[in-house]
């Protein structure tokens, strides 16, 4: 059984930072994509950010220039650094990941969400 196990949330003033971690942990194949989706009170969940295998990645146009992630493959590790935090960044984050299975399948993955409140 696959597990996502996230750390890092907490209260932050706005313009602060805060560093999000997700583990991987299970009996899998191999990773293919990792990232972050939050949601906010209200609203639907919406991407964060996403790292490939290969190193690609991609950010939400809210996020693009304050936020990073980074992935440590051989950890089966990603993180979500976010620095000049926004009240409007407060929301519930949640790790996602889509991963291989020796057998050929492939499946689809959440963390039990962390939360991040950002105090204007």
């Known amino acids: 059984q696959v597990q996502l196990v996230e750390s890092g949330g907490g209260l932050v003033q706005a313009g602060g930072s805060l560093r999000l971690s997700c583990a991987a942990s299970?009996?899998?194949?191999?990773?293919?994509?990792m990232g972050w989706y939050r949601q906010a009170p209200g609203k639907q969940r919406e991407l964060v950010a996403v790292s490939t295998s290969a190193g690609n990645t991609n950010y939400a146009d809210s996020v693009k220039g304050r936020f990073t992630i980074s992935r440590d493959n051989a950890k089966n590790t990603v993180h979500l650094q976010m620095n000049s935090l926004k009240p409007e960044d407060t929301a519930d984050y949640y790790c996602?990941?889509?991963?291989?299975?020796?057998?050929?399948?492939?499946?689809?993955?959440w963390g039990q969400g962390t939360q991040v409140t950002v105090s204007s």
């Open positions: 996602h990941a889509v991963i291989s299975f020796s057998y050929g399948g492939i499946k689809d993955y």
């Open positions: 299970g009996s899998m194949f191999w990773i293919n994509t």
